[in-house]
Nanobody, 115 residues
Framework: QVQVVESGGDLVRPGGSLRLSCLVS????????VAWHRQAPDYQRTWIAF???????EYVDSVKGRFSISKDYASNTWYLQMNNLKPEDTAVYYC?????????WGQGTQVTVSS
């Protein structure tokens, strides 16, 4: 059974940085993908960053150059480094781990960007 747990959300001032973590436990296939999504109040959940098992990454235009996704191979933890945060980045951030045609979601972590 795969479990996904996000952490690292916080209140941060505009221009600040945060690093979110996505810990994946359980048996992991050799082919997988990790995606970060976010959901702001009154908006649908949307994808913002992606990395596959080959290390290929993609980002939505609104976060390109500010956010980066990486992995700690020793701990099966994926990170979302978020720099130059803006008020419009305020949302609940979710990690989705996909493998064998199934997706596993974490519970989300709140990021609030406000002065």
């Amino acid at each position: 059974q795969v479990q996904v747990v996000e952490s690292g959300g916080d209140l941060v001032r505009p221009g600040g940085s945060l690093r979110l973590s996505c810990l994946v436990s359980g048996t992991i296939a050799s082919s997988f993908a990790v995606a970060w999504h976010r959901q702001a109040p009154d908006y649908q959940r949307t994808w913002i960053a992606f990395i596959d098992s080959d290390g290929a990454t993609e980002y939505v235009d609104s976060v390109k150059g500010r956010f980066s996704i990486s992995k700690d191979y020793a701990s099966n933890t994926w990170y979302l480094q978020m720099n130059n945060l803006k008020p419009e980045d305020t949302a609940v951030y979710y990690c989705k781990f996909s493998m064998n045609e199934r997706g596993y979601w974490g519970q989300g972590t709140q990021v609030t960007v406000s002065s």
